[in-house]
């Protein structure tokens, strides 16, 4: 079922949109190591805003570092940690190392979770996106409500593409 995004969700959406129209502006050829540390260091500016931990290898964030995925926002009180608002995953290669992300993103019992990948076309991506979802209704262990962003950077276009997924019956 496709889902309306929340705030989160939606603050995401609009940050890597501006992130897209930016680098389609210069006109440039980024690497994927500069796209990678351009999208951390965006989402985990997310986190940060709403006051929680943000683990991830971005400038600005390095004290903490990845932890389990490439992004985690973390709620802690001294040493416990109390919630896992968001866990994103970031994969620029297709095929195997998507599902892969992917699959640890299903695990995860995170409040949202968060795919960005990439693609040429955007009949790809809903291919792609329409996959993980199948994945997501056999997984026996998801809840009603688990979320899923899915965000896509289309190639021809040079811009995301974004679906949100809400769990709404269980496996």
Not at 80 to 108: C, M, R, Y
Not at 131 to 152: E, H, M, P, T
Not at 153 to 167: A, G, N, Q, T
């Amino acid at each position: 079922m496709i889902s309306r995004p929340d705030k989160v969700e939606r603050a995401i959406q609009l940050r890597l949109t501006e992130l897209a129209r930016a680098w389609k502006e210069t006109s440039r050829s980024y690497s994927v190591p500069y796209c990678t540390r351009q999208l951390k260091r965006a989402i985990g500016a997310q986190g940060r805003e709403r006051g929680y931990a943000v683990h991830t290898a971005a400038p600005g964030f390095r004290q903490l570092g990845e932890w389990l995925f490439d992004i985690t926002w973390l709620a802690v009180a001294g040493q416990q940690v109390l919630e896992i608002p968001l866990a994103a995953e970031i994969e620029w290669t297709p095929g195997n190392e998507t599902l892969w992300d992917f699959q640890k993103l299903l695990v995860s019992r995170a409040r949202h979770r968060v795919l960005v990948m990439w693609t040429r076309t955007n009949q790809k991506a809903a291919r792609i996106i329409d996959g993980l979802i199948q994945q997501v209704s056999r997984f026996k262990q998801n809840r009603r409500g688990d979320r899923y962003l899915f965000a896509c950077y289309l190639m021809d276009s040079e811009k995301f593409i974004f679906r949100v997924h809400v769990v709404s019956r269980p496996a």
